[in-house]
């Protein structure tokens, strides 16, 4: 259907101190131009274990003059909740990350900045997506970790509108592993550190115990805790214990 809006042009204004002297040659209609604008790029930050890797994503995603890309360390991921890597984050306005050899606590506090921040993440493989991250209604993508630069740049433009995108080549194998997946039809079986810090709320640890126990940040502890209560579809810590003991996920 055709637009209804008015086409607008934008034309160079000329003040009265900038009108030309008495005398002087007449700007005709064919010296007159309208102002273009170049649309600005998107800004996509790259997050991947090795430079290599993030060289060669950053590649992918300039074979497009429309997109410009970032590269974020690792480690600024991993420290003080993420925290170092906060302005580049923000100032993003697409994530791709490749989650293989990057360690839990940075996916977990790269998703984490991400959905504070409100910027759309594309995930290269559904291996290793924290479970908050695949149960959020949020924009988001998953493509094959060996997706072409045609795919990457196509996933990059459509969340960047704020729509889910799922790779035919993977969604077939990993329907309950990607972003947005029916809560209905995905398995409430908790992962191994879940159970860990499961055990150790049954235990009566608050959040600042249990990070000190298994080496992670508090940060980290309480979206364990936020997933496992959805998970189990409890309101409360107490709740969780108690429904994990009864179906026996957690023996007391």
Not at 67 to 79: E, G, I, K, R, Y
């Amino acid at each position: 259907m055709p637009s209804t809006q008015p086409l607008v042009r934008t034309a160079n204004v000329t003040t009265l101190e900038q009108r030309p002297e008495i005398g002087s040659p007449r700007r005709t209609l064919a010296t007159l131009s309208p102002a273009s604008q170049s649309p600005r790029r998107l800004v996509v930050g790259i997050v991947a274990a090795y430079p290599s890797m993030r060289a060669g994503l950053g590649a992918l995603v300039q074979s497009d003059r429309n997109l410009t890309a970032s590269a974020v360390a690792p480690q600024a991921l991993a420290a003080a909740s993420g925290m170092p890597a906060l302005a580049q984050i923000s100032d993003a306005d697409v994530i791709l990350v490749a989650p293989g050899d990057l360690g839990d606590e940075t996916l977990v506090n790269l998703s984490s900045l991400s959905h504070s921040e409100g910027v759309p993440m594309i995930w290269l493989g559904p291996e290793g997506i924290p479970d908050h991250a695949r149960e959020s209604r949020r924009p988001a993508g998953v493509i094959a970790p060996d997706a072409d630069a045609e795919t990457v740049v196509a996933a990059i433009n459509a969340v960047s509108l704020g729509l889910q995108v799922v790779d035919p080549a993977i969604a077939d194998l990993h329907a309950t592993a990607i972003p947005g997946a029916d809560p209905e039809t995905t398995p409430s079986t908790l992962s191994p550190r879940e159970r860990e810090v499961l055990g150790l709320v049954a235990a009566g640890l608050p959040n600042k115990a249990i990070a000190r126990t298994l080496g992670i940040s508090d940060h980290t502890v309480k979206f364990h805790v936020s997933s496992v209560l959805t998970k189990l579809g409890a309101s409360s810590r107490t709740e969780a214990v108690t429904l994990a003991t009864r179906q026996g996920i957690l023996s007391l």
